[in-house]
């Protein structure tokens, strides 16, 4: 079946460093690829998308492209700021149409 | 914006109780689902529906109901709550073609005593 692999947390990083948070999936077929962000306390938020190979994903300043020869969808940022500590969600829709499989979560945590 | 409102967002419960969790969405979706999250252990489905009066078991149903009666409504039954339902209860829509993202509410972090 499918499934998704994140690296591990939390990641602890200073203000304004660069920001790397290795996703790899295994799906059959052309899944759709999200990353998710939960603030504490609360829900989570779809941060962006991408639907097919080479296609770049972009939100608030996150991207992550959809590397389809290496099954990855990492997620990156130029430089952190202390509001973006919370925990990411790598996911996949594949062949199960309606149905999301999640990766663990990465927490991650910005000291000023 | 895709509106995903959950009733309540912290519910204290006693042991043995029937709880209810409401879940409304307002973006005519078709489908809808009910995760619990617990720390190290991530989002696990409990159940999701794809159109009115239409349920699916999702990988932990067990001592748990659902009721979609309105297409916007997605209610969590919990039928004799015990200790070891205490979590974080998310709920999720999104439209009935596939490869869609899921949009979420802000959870009901539920208490058993």
């Known amino acids: 079946g499918d499934s998704v692999t994140q690296m591990e947390g939390p990641v602890t990083l200073s203000e304004e460093a660069f920001l790397t948070i290795n996703c790899t999936y295994t799906?059959?077929?052309?899944?759709?690829l999200f990353w998710y962000v939960q603030y504490p306390g609360e829900g989570l938020q779809l941060l962006l998308k991408?639907?097919?190979?080479?296609d770049k994903g972009s939100n608030k300043g996150f991207e992550a492209t959809y590397r389809k020869e290496t099954t990855s969808f990492h997620l990156e940022k130029g430089s952190v700021q202390v509001s973006d500590s919370a925990v990411y969600f790598c996911?996949?829709?594949?062949?199960?149409?309606?149905?999301?499989?999640f990766g663990g979560g990465t927490r991650l945590m910005v000291k000023p | 914006d895709v509106k995903v409102t959950q009733s309540s967002r912290y519910l204290v419960k006693r042991t043995g109780e029937k709880v209810f969790l409401e879940c409304v969405q307002d973006?005519?979706?078709?489908?809808m689902f009910w995760y619990r999250q617990d720390p190290g252990l991530g989002l696990r489905l409990i159940y999701f529906?794809?159109?009115?009066?239409?349920?699916e078991k999702g990988d932990i149903p067990e001592g748990y109901s659902v009721s979609r009666e309105k297409k916007e409504r997605f209610s969590l039954i919990l039928e004799s709550a015990s200790t070891n339902q205490t979590s974080m209860y998310l709920c999720?829509?999104?439209?009935?073609?596939?490869?869609?993202?899921?949009?979420f509410g802000d959870g009901t972090r539920l208490s058993i005593l």
């Open positions: 529906s794809y159109d009115v009066k239409m349920k």
């Open positions: 973006m005519d979706h078709e489908n």
């Open positions: 799906a059959t077929g052309y899944p759709s």
């Open positions: 991408a639907t097919k190979a080479d």
């Open positions: 996911a996949l829709s594949g062949d199960a149409g309606n149905m999301l499989t």
């Open positions: 999720a829509s999104s439209p009935g073609r596939g490869y869609q993202p899921q949009h």
